[in-house]
Structure formats: C-alpha cells, structure tokens
C-alpha cells in the first residue's frame, strides 16, 4: 500500500549547485527505482546547522514529497545512509490537515458536533423533551462555579478558630 511520506534530507556543503541537484536527482530515481511516485520537490538552500554533523556545520536542505510503499521505506533509508553525500535525512508521513467541513475518504463531513446520542442513532430531542448536552449544562451550573465570576478568597489564617494558637503563638 503506498503511503504519502516526507523526505527531508541535507547535502554536504562543499558541493556546487549542480552536484546538489544531482544529489536530488539520483535521491528521486532511488526513490522511482524503489516503486515510489516523487511529488513535490523544493531545494531550501544552504541553511545553518544547529550543531555539527559529519564535521559540517551548514548544509543543503531539501524537502521532497512523496508516495512510496511502506514496505520499502527501510531499503530506501539504508540507501541514503550509504550515500556520502547526504548528511542527514528524515523520512516521515505526511501530516494531513481538514477544515471544519471538509469532507473525509468515505464522503462524511468532518468537524459535527460529537454527541454521543447522535452518534448512536438516537432521534433529537421532540418539544419538551432535553437533551443530554442541556442535562450536562445543567449539572454544570449546579455546582455554584461560574468562570466568568471572580473567586472570593479567605483571609489568610482564617481557616483557624480564633481560641487555637496559631504558629509562633503560645
């Protein structure tokens, strides 16, 4: 099953711009040759590194989308150890962000009230009838807390009864 996977890798520093994009290159037909499809691909030039790696202390980065069988992705990353030109790589999936809206792989709509009772089936409440979130804002109310009003505070020391020494006091 092809998955969609992020490749983000850094290039040596002492190579020019077109053995960088040669590196790119021959990293996309590893990842052709391996049954993966490239997506987009995006070289973010020579960026400082955070600390050294292999002696370096900047590099090039690159970001490259992909589909590639999650079975292969082992292969590809011994790969990309074995190639000296690249210093550090990360291969992770791709993280998919939906609107409020949006409609998911099976045609639901994303982002509906997560009622338990709707969930299971149950018909909305008929007139007269409540429904559990007005049971649960009830409940709420109940308990005398309102975040919208400010907490009395106690004066200090006056969980103490009077007639009881307090510390430092005999």
Do not use: C
Not at 138 to 152: F, I, K, L, R, W
């Amino acid at each position: 099953m092809d998955r969609e996977y992020e490749l983000f890798y850094i290039v040596r520093p002492d190579l020019d711009e077109e053995q960088v994009r040669g590196t790119m290159d021959e990293v996309a037909a590893q990842v052709v040759a391996h049954g993966g499809e490239v997506g987009k691909s995006s070289l973010w030039g020579r960026r400082r590194l955070a600390y050294t790696v292999a002696g370096f202390n900047d590099g090039f980065y690159v970001l490259k989308e992909m589909k590639f069988p999650a079975e292969r992705v082992r292969e590809l990353e011994r790969q990309l150890k074995l190639d000296e030109r690249v210093i550090r790589h990360l291969i992770s999936l791709k993280q998919v962000y939906y609107l409020p809206g949006d409609e998911d792989r099976r045609g639901r709509v994303r982002g509906r009230s997560r009622d338990r009772s709707a969930a299971a089936g149950a018909a909305p409440p008929q007139d007269g009838e409540v429904s559990d979130v007005e049971i649960a804002a009830e409940v709420a109310a109940d308990d005398g807390y309102n975040p919208d009003q400010p907490q009395e505070e106690e004066p200090a020391g006056a969980e103490l009864p009077a007639d009881e020494p307090q510390e430092g006091e005999e």
